[in-house]
């Protein structure tokens, strides 16, 4: 399953929670990626955000925190540059890709000459 227990609570990631965030912030997909290189704060409280909102509506449980809430976790714990907001990219980012299928590797045939 594509979910991460960081500060005792589950971030959950996957297809669910792509079209969660892009549907509340208007952001597109390859947006993300650029953001988060240009350095853009805002991208990471909105993926850890709408992560753990995912995580605890997929659950049926009430949702119990912000955004507020999620600035404070990421103050808390070491800021924007912090081990948990770099614990945390690391599995985003790992979940992208997680379960694709790599290309196999071809073999060159070589031409014969006559």
Known sequence: MNKIILLDKEFHFGIGFLILLTENTG??????????ESG???VFQNLIYYSR?????????SVEFDMYDINDMIDENGGILGQFVQDFTKAF???L???VP???DKKKVKKTTK
């Open 97 to 99: 890709s997680k379960d």
């Open 27 to 36: 952001l597109e997909l390859a947006e993300i990626g650029d953001k988060m």
């Open 102 to 104: 790599k290309p196999e």
């Open 93 to 95: 980012l790992e979940s």
């Open 40 to 42: 853009n704060i805002s």
């Open 53 to 61: 909102l995912y995580s605890v509506q997929r659950k049926k449980e």
